[in-house]
C-alpha cells in the first residue's frame, strides 16, 4: 500500500459525458500526479501540481483539467468524453516537486466511456 | 524531443536465471532515469532511480541499473529471477518537469 488512495475504482459512463476522478496523496506529500494509461497510447504524464499550484503540464488535452485543493487532495476533471479517454488514470504524489523525487502511485481509477 | 525506447514488449526467462530488460533514451539535457514496476491491477512501484553520481544504480528486490551515457542505455538487470519478479516493468526519463514513460515490458518467469 503506497498510502496514496483514489476514488472511485471504476468508472463507466457514456459518451459526452463529464466525470472527476479524485485522488488523495500520502501524509506530508504536496506534489501530486496525474498520468493516463492506455493500451495504445501506453503511460502518459497529464499534469503535475505542487501545493496547489501547477507546476508542469503534459499530454494533456483541453477537455481536461486538474486542480489541487488547501487540503491538498486533487481531481481530474474529464468532459466531454469520448471512447478513447476510456484508460487508468494514476495519481502519484511526492513529498517536494523536483524530479529526483520519488513518487508513490496510487492503485487507479479505471475508467470505460460506452 | 524526449523519448524512451523499451527493445522487447514481453520477456521470458527461467527461474533462477538472469532478467536483462533493455531501456534507451534520448534526452536532449542530462536525464534522470527510473524503473517502475506494475504488478497486476496495480499501480507502479519505483524500483530504482538514477540522479547524478555512481551510474550502477542499486534497487529493491535485487534489481540494479547501470546509466551508460555513450550508449544512452539504461539497463534493468537481476542476477537471479524469481516467480515474484513476473510484472510488467516501465523505464521512464525525466528531463526536466515531465516524466516519459517507455511501452513496458513485460516479464515471465518460467518455472
Known amino acids: 500500500d503506497s498510502g496514496v488512495t483514489q476514488t472511485p475504482k471504476h468508472l463507466i459512463t457514456a459518451t459526452g459525458q463529464r466525470v472527476t476522478l479524485r485522488c488523495s496523496p500520502r501524509?506530508?506529500?504536496?506534489?501530486v500526479y496525474w498520468y493516463q494509461q492506455s493500451l495504445d497510447q501506453g503511460l502518459q504524464f497529464l499534469i503535475q501540481y505542487y501545493n496547489g499550484e501547477e507546476r508542469a503540464k503534459g499530454n494533456i488535452l483541453e477537455r481536461f483539467s486538474a486542480q489541487q485543493f488547501p487540503d491538498l487532495h486533487s481531481e481530474l476533471n474529464l468532459s466531454s468524453l469520448e471512447l478513447g479517454d476510456s484508460a487508468l488514470y494514476f495519481c502519484?504524489?511526492?513529498?517536494?516537486?523536483?524530479?529526483?523525487?520519488?513518487?508513490?502511485f496510487g492503485p487507479g481509477t479505471r475508467l470505460l466511456v460506452l | 524531443a524526449q523519448s524512451v525506447t523499451q527493445l522487447g514488449s514481453h520477456v521470458s526467462v527461467s527461474e533462477g536465471a538472469l532478467v536483462l530488460l533493455r531501456c534507451n533514451y534520448s534526452s536532449s539535457v542530462p536525464p534522470y532515469l527510473f524503473w517502475y514496476v506494475q504488478y497486476p491491477n496495480q499501480g507502479l512501484q519505483l524500483l530504482l532511480k538514477y540522479t547524478t553520481g555512481a551510474t550502477l544504480v542499486k534497487g529493491i528486490n535485487g534489481f540494479e541499473a547501470e546509466f551508460k551515457k555513450s550508449e544512452t542505455s539504461f539497463h534493468l538487470t537481476k542476477p537471479s529471477a524469481h516467480m515474484s519478479d513476473a510484472a510488467e516493468y516501465f523505464c521512464?526519463?525525466?528531463?526536466?518537469?515531465?516524466?516519459?514513460f517507455g511501452t513496458g515490458t513485460s516479464l515471465t518467469v518460467i518455472p
Open positions: 502519484a504524489s511526492s513529498v517536494a516537486s523536483g524530479r529526483q523525487e520519488t513518487q508513490y
Open positions: 521512464a526519463v525525466s528531463p526536466g518537469n515531465q516524466f516519459y
Open positions: 501524509s506530508g506529500d504536496l506534489s
